[in-house]
C-alpha cells in the first residue's frame, strides 16, 4: 500500500505543477480544462519523478536526495497553487447546448467502471503483468530501486538481448522510484501506475477534444478510446505501451491548443519511455517545424531536457547494447529489396487492424458511425494535416524497422505490431474527432413566444 | 426587453447516430470484459511468475544481493520455456545478476524435469551445494570450499 502513495504523490505534484505553472485553467468549459490539468498532471508527474529519481537517485547515488527534493518541490509547488487559486466558473454557457451530454457522460463512466473491472480480474490473477512487464521494465525497475548500487545492472549487456537494456527507462525509473521509497517491491505499484496513463489517456483525448471540439464530441472520443480492446488489454500488461500512447496523444493536444512548451515536454518524456517514443519526438518537432512554424522554438525548450537525458543515456550508459535498428544493419541491403517482406508487413498491418475487434465490436465503428451522422468538418484541415503527417510518418517509421530487422520478421510482427498500434490509436481517434463535424452546428432553433405574445396572436 | 425563450432541437440522423455510437461502446467495453475475465480466469499468470517467487525462494535467502551467478537448464536451448525460465529467475532474483554458462563461483541450475542434478553438475565441473526442490538447485565450482 505504502507504493501506491507515492504513485498518488507523483501524480499530485504533477498536478500542481501544471495548475500553477500552465494557463490550462483558463480553458474553457472548465470540467474539460480540469481533465487537461489532471491528464497533463499525471503523464508529466509520472515523467518528472522518473526522472529526477534518475539523475539524482540513480546517477548520483542517493535515493533520499532524491526524495528530499521531491517534497520539497512538492510543498513549494502546493504553495504557489495555493497563492495563485483563482475561482473558476464550473458552469460555462455553451453557444449551443451539447447533445446527449448526460447520456454520453453516463456511458463513459459506465465503461469505465466495466473496463476497470475486467482489470481488476487481470491484476489479481496476473499481478506480474505479461512477458515483457517481468522480463523488462519492471526487472530493470528492481535493479534501479536496489540500495546496493547495483542500478547499472539495469542497462548491463550481461542482461541479453531478450531484457532490452537499450530501451529508455522512464517506466522503470517511475516504478524503482516507488518500490525504492516505499521498501517494498509491491506488484501493485507497476500495476497502478499503468492504469494512471490510462486515465491520463482518457483525460487528455477527452479533455482536449472537448476544448478544440466541443464537449459532445470530446465525451464522445473519451468514450470510444475506453471501449478499444486492445487498449484495455494493455493497461494490465503493465508494459510501456500506454504510457507512450498517453504521451503521443498528449503532446498532439497541446499542440493543437497552443501549447507547444508543454507539447514538447510530454514529447521529450515519450522519448525517455520507448525507443519508438524517440522517432516520435524527432517526427514531432519535423511536423512542428513544417505545420506550425512559430511554435517550434517552445517545442524544442519543452523536450530539449529530457531529450538531452535520453541522448546521454543513449550515447554514454547503454551504448554497448545494440539497439534493433544498429543489430539490423547487416545484411540491410538484401532485406530492402526483398519484396515478400513489404507483403508479409503489409499484410500484419491490415491483420492486426482488423484483430482490435473483439468479438463483431471494432473500435472504428463509432466513428464511423459517427462520421456518416455527423459528416467533416471543412475548417480544420491544418490541423489535421499535423496531425496525419505526423502519425502517418511514425507508422511508417515502424514499418521500415519491420523490413529493416534482423529478427524473423513474423515473430517481430506477432509479438509487437498489436502493442504498436495501440501507441498511436488514440492519437488516431483524436485527429478522427477532429475531423468530424459539430453536432451542435446542425441544431434547429425555434422561438417559443411569451404567454403576452401568444395572447397577441391569438387575438 | 425579454429575450424569447429557445427550443433546441436536433435532426433525428445526429441523435441517432449518437445514439448508436454510444451503445456501440458500450456493447464493445461489454464485450470487452467478457473476453478478458473469461481469458483471465482459464490462464490466470501464463508464466507463474508468482510461483517462481516460491520456488527460488531459498536462492534468496541463500545469495547476496550482490552475486553474480552462472546460470545452467536442461530446456531445449532457443525454446520459449528457456527463454521463460531465464528471465522469470532473472526477475526473482534481482538485483542479483544471471548469466548463462558457468564462469562463476555459484552456478542456478533451473531444470523442467527430475534428473540426477548432481551427475549434471559433475559433467559441467560443478559440485551440487544445494538442492532447494522444484528442479531448482544451486551448484559452486568444484575447486570452490
Redesign the interface.
Given at each position: 500500500m505504502t507504493g501506491l502513495i507515492w504513485v498518488f504523490e507523483a501524480v499530485l505534484l504533477g498536478c500542481l505543477l501544471v495548475y500553477r505553472w500552465t494557463d490550462l485553467r483558463s480553458l474553457r468549459p472548465a470540467w474539460a480544462a480540469w481533465l487537461l490539468i489532471f491528464g497533463a498532471g499525471a503523464a508529466g508527474g509520472v515523467g518528472l519523478t522518473s526522472c529526477v529519481f534518475f539523475v539524482v537517485g540513480v546517477l548520483l547515488g542517493s535515493h533520499v536526495a532524491a526524495l528530499v527534493l521531491e517534497i520539497a518541490l512538492l510543498a513549494w509547488s502546493a504553495y504557489e497553487a495555493f497563492r495563485h487559486r483563482a475561482r473558476i466558473d464550473q458552469f460555462t454557457t455553451e453557444v449551443?447546448?451539447p447533445?446527449?451530454l448526460p447520456?454520453?457522460a453516463g456511458?463513459l463512466l459506465?465503461?469505465l467502471g466495466?473496463?476497470t473491472?475486467?482489470?481488476a480480474?487481470?491484476w489479481d490473477?496476473?499481478?506480474?503483468g505479461n512477458?515483457d512487464a517481468?522480463?523488462i521494465w519492471?526487472?530493470r525497475a528492481?535493479?534501479l530501486a536496489?540500495p546496493?548500487g547495483?542500478a547499472s545492472?539495469a542497462w548491463?549487456p550481461?542482461?541479453?538481448a531478450?531484457?532490452h537494456t537499450e530501451y529508455p527507462l522512464l517506466v522503470s525509473g517511475f516504478v524503482g522510484r516507488a518500490w525504492a521509497d516505499s521498501s517494498t517491491l509491491a506488484s501493485t505499484v507497476p500495476a497502478a501506475t499503468s492504469y494512471v496513463f490510462f486515465l491520463a489517456l482518457l483525460s487528455l483525448v477527452g479533455g482536449g477534444a472537448t476544448i478544440l471540439r466541443g464537449s459532445?464530441l470530446g465525451l464522445?472520443a473519451a468514450?470510444?478510446l475506453?471501449?478499444?480492446?486492445p487498449l484495455?488489454?494493455e493497461v494490465p500488461a503493465q508494459y510501456s505501451d500506454v504510457p507512450l500512447a498517453s504521451y503521443i496523444a498528449g503532446a498532439l493536444v497541446f499542440a493543437l491548443l497552443d501549447r507547444p512548451v508543454l507539447a514538447g515536454i510530454l514529447a521529450g518524456f515519450a522519448a525517455w519511455t520507448k525507443d519508438e517514443g524517440v522517432l516520435f519526438l524527432a517526427l514531432f518537432l519535423a511536423g512542428t517545424a513544417v505545420f506550425r512554424r512559430r511554435d517550434i522554438r517552445a517545442a524544442v525548450f519543452g523536450a530539449a531536457p529530457v531529450g538531452v537525458l535520453v541522448a546521454a543515456f543513449k550515447l554514454f550508459l547503454s551504448r554497448g547494447n545494440g539497439s534493433l535498428l544498429s543489430t539490423s544493419l547487416p545484411g540491410v541491403g538484401h532485406r530492402i529489396f526483398d519484396a515478400s517482406r513489404y507483403a508479409t508487413t503489409l499484410a500484419a498491418f491490415g491483420r492486426e487492424f482488423i484483430g482490435m475487434a473483439?468479438?463483431w465490436?471494432h473500435?472504428i465503428?463509432?466513428l464511423a458511425?459517427?462520421a456518416?451522422?455527423?459528416g467533416f468538418e471543412r475548417d480544420r484541415r491544418r490541423d489535421l494535416a499535423f496531425c496525419g503527417a505526423v502519425l502517418a510518418a511514425l507508422l511508417l517509421g515502424y514499418f521500415g524497422i519491420y523490413i529493416l530487422t534482423v529478427n524473423d520478421i513474423n515473430w517481430q510482427l506477432q509479438t509487437s505490431l498489436s502493442r504498436l498500434l495501440v501507441q498511436v490509436w488514440p492519437a488516431l481517434v483524436l485527429a478522427g474527432f477532429l475531423a468530424l463535424r459539430l453536432?451542435e452546428a446542425?441544431?434547429?432553433?425555434?422561438?417559443?413566444?411569451?404567454p403576452k405574445?401568444r395572447r397577441k396572436a391569438r387575438a | 426587453m425579454?429575450r424569447?425563450?429557445?427550443?433546441?432541437?436536433?435532426?433525428a440522423?445526429?441523435?441517432?447516430?449518437?445514439?448508436?455510437?454510444?451503445l456501440?461502446?458500450?456493447?464493445?467495453?461489454?464485450?470487452?470484459?467478457a473476453?478478458?475475465?473469461e481469458y483471465?480466469?482459464q490462464s490466470?499468470?501464463?508464466?507463474q511468475?508468482?510461483a517462481q517467487f516460491m520456488r527460488l525462494a531459498p536462492v534468496l535467502s541463500t545469495l547476496p544481493?550482490?552475486t553474480?551467478l552462472g546460470y545452467v537448464t536442461d530446456a531445449e536451448a532457443g525454446s520459449t520455456s528457456d527463454?521463460?525460465l531465464?528471465?522469470?529467475a532473472?526477475?526473482v532474483l534481482?538485483?542479483r545478476?544471471l548469466?548463462?554458462g558457468t564462469n562463476h563461483d555459484w552456478v542456478l541450475g533451473n531444470f523442467t524435469r527430475p534428473a540426477d542434478f548432481a551427475a549434471f553438475g559433475k559433467s559441467l565441473g560443478l559440485r551440487m551445494q544445494q538442492d532447494c526442490g522444484n528442479g531448482v538447485v544451486l551448484y559452486r565450482k568444484e575447486h570452490q570450499p
Open positions: 449551443r447546448p447533445v446527449a447520456w454520453i456511458g459506465l465503461a466495466l473496463a473491472a475486467a482489470m480480474i487481470a490473477l496476473t499481478p506480474n512477458w517481468w522480463a519492471n526487472l528492481k535493479f536496489s546496493g547495483f545492472r548491463s550481461v542482461l541479453g531478450i531484457t459532445t464522445l468514450l470510444g475506453a471501449a478499444t480492446p484495455l488489454r473483439s468479438g465490436y473500435p465503428l463509432p458511425i459517427l456518416v451522422a455527423l453536432p446542425a441544431a434547429i432553433i425555434t422561438r417559443t413566444p411569451q405574445e | 425579454s424569447e425563450p429557445e427550443r433546441v432541437r436536433y435532426p440522423r445526429i441523435v441517432v447516430g449518437i445514439a448508436v455510437a454510444i456501440l461502446c458500450l456493447w464493445g467495453v461489454f464485450q470487452s470484459y473476453f478478458e475475465s483471465q480466469r490466470p499468470d501464463p508464466y511468475i508468482s544481493e550482490n553474480v527463454s521463460a531465464l528471465a522469470s532473472e526477475y534481482a538485483p545478476l548469466t548463462r
